[in-house]
């Protein structure tokens, strides 16, 4: 054996001992990983990796240099480390992983996620009594049990209609009573969140709100379904954490609601991003619905939408219905008067998974 092949054999030696070691070392920061999960305690703590590199180059005595040496110790630790993020993300109490069979949400004797179709229709915002009333009136009609209605409306610009806040939510509670119907409208401050309980049932966190973490710990913190839409800028894993802040609180009834994105295309109000309803019913155990009026913004496309959702897997359709939209304070562009609610419903029971709403 040449000189030359000696050497190369000896490399090819302490190179297994290295990954050896490495592995090694993982082993141990992965069972550090698993205490400091159980005592809550955060995973990266730079102290104590300070500590490690001052006491490696402490006794490095080259040929490497000590920069070169906390470079490469600098390396394995972070992947140590994203090694600690893979486990905590298979933890994620919204995950299949954790959970594997579908979370299915009774709001008043409708249960969402059962694998039939659920809808949610009712006005972008609450404008009176008289016009949510006649909304519920059809609602009701065609067996639909969720209305929804905005009391609180987050606005592009501060000087459009802002919704009309408590006596909004009281004119949903009077409809809900009257027909027998469960409500859904959006709150948009942790502090509401108390009293509108006492008015809704369900909570939803719009797609402005989707990553304010305070609403979502409060909305967490109550016992009442939430319905949680899509950030309009919001990626999929961004959006599946901000379902975990509220389920990590201990409200595991959450409805995920895609709502479309936002891209560089302006045929559409968002892009409707449909192969995210898949994605999150695999990656999650949640029902997940899509909204096609926000999503498209266009009121010719909501029936070939609504029918790609159920086709794709979703569990509900949500879409904006006004007794004269021409005069709504809000979305007049895309939402439906009732005749064209109805055709809407005709056509899309066709394609849905129960036959009750026909
Ligand atoms: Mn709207």
Redesign the pocket.
């Known amino acids: 054996m040449s000189e030359m092949e000696q050497l190369r054999k000896q490399l090819d030696d302490v190179n297994l001992e290295l990954l050896e070691l490495i592995n090694r070392r993982a082993k141990l920061v992965q069972g550090i990983g698993k205490i400091k999960n159980k005592q809550s305690i955060k995973r990266f703590d730079p102290v104590r990796e300070r500590d490690m590199l001052n006491q490696i180059t402490a006794h490095n005595d080259g040929p490497f240099e000590n920069s070169t040496v906390e470079h490469i110790f600098k390396e394995i630790f972070k992947a140590s480390l994203e090694l600690q993020e893979d486990d905590h993300r298979k933890a994620l109490l919204v995950s299949r992983k954790k959970k594997p069979n579908d979370t299915v949400i009774d709001i008043k004797g409708e249960k969402v996620g059962d694998g039939t179709t659920s809808y949610v229709m009712g006005p ?1 915002a609450v404008e009176s009594y008289e016009q949510v009333a006649q909304v519920a009136q059809a609602v009701k009609k065609r067996g639909i049990k969720l209305l929804r209605g ?1 009391a609180f409306k987050p606005r592009t610009s501060p000087y459009d209609f802002q919704g009309l806040g408590l006596e909004g939510l009281q004119i949903l509670k009077r409809v809900a009573d009257e027909y027998d119907l469960a409500v859904i409208s959006e709150i948009v401050n942790p502090a509401d969140i108390e009293q509108a309980i006492d008015y809704v049932d369900v909570i939803q966190i719009g797609a402005r709100n989707m990553q304010n973490f305070e609403l979502l710990k409060a909305a967490g913190d109550v016992n009442k379904p939430v319905l949680l839409k899509r950030g309009l800028s919001a990626t999929i894993s961004e959006f599946i954490n901000a379902a975990e802040y509220i389920i990590s609180r201990g409200n595991g009834n959450i409805i995920l609601c895609e709502r479309g994105i936002r891209t560089y295309e302006k045929a559409t109000r968002n892009t409707l991003d449909i192969s995210a309803v898949p994605i999150l019913k695999q990656e999650t155990h949640l029902p997940v619905m899509v909204d096609v ?2 999503s498209t913004g266009r009121r010719d496309l909501l029936l070939p939408t609504a029918k790609a959702a159920l086709a794709i897997g979703a569990d509900g359709v949500m879409a ?1 219905v006004h007794p004269d939209p021409a005069v709504a304070l ?2 007049s562009a895309q939402q439906m008067d009732i005749p064209s609610f109805n055709s809407f419903l005709d056509e899309l029971s066709k394609y849905a998974t129960i036959a009750s709403h026909s």
Do not use: P, R
Request: glycine residues 14%; proline residues 0%.
């Open positions: 972008c905005g009026t926000h904006e809000s979305d």
